[in-house]
């Protein structure tokens, strides 16, 4: 998944601003493992529900981070939160 966003912030050459984790899991706690990242290792279970969150932050600027929420299936992701993706200039 790290990877996955990593290929796509590298189409934008935006790679080297991908500075924080990609996400978590939630439970009881709203962050709790498995912490997701450029490190991490080891399979998601059925069932887990994690965060997708990937963000951009610009130094002196300002970030941004689209956060998503879903249910890990089989081989499946099925996203709780509804957002339109992709890159918009404002």
């Given amino acids: 998944a ?4 990593c290929d796509v912030f590298d189409v934008e050459k935006k790679t080297q ?3 924080h984790s990609l ?10 493992f498995p912490g997701i990242g450029g490190k991490t290792e080891g399979v998601f279970l059925e069932n887990e529900i994690v965060t997708c969150e990937p963000g951009l932050y ?3 600027q300002f ?7 879903g249910r890990v299936g089989k081989n499946t992701f099925e996203v709780f939160t ?3 993706d992709g890159f918009r200039v404002l």
Avoid at 2 to 5: D, E, G, N, S
Wanted: cysteine-free; glycine content about 14%.
């Fill in 82 to 84: 509804k957002f339109e």
């Fill in 17 to 19: 601003f991908f500075t």
């Fill in 63 to 69: 970030g941004i981070r689209i956060e998503n929420m």
């Fill in 23 to 32: 996400g978590h899991g939630v439970g009881l706690e709203i962050h709790e």
């Fill in 58 to 60: 610009f130094p002196e």
């Fill in 2 to 5: 790290y990877k996955a966003a």
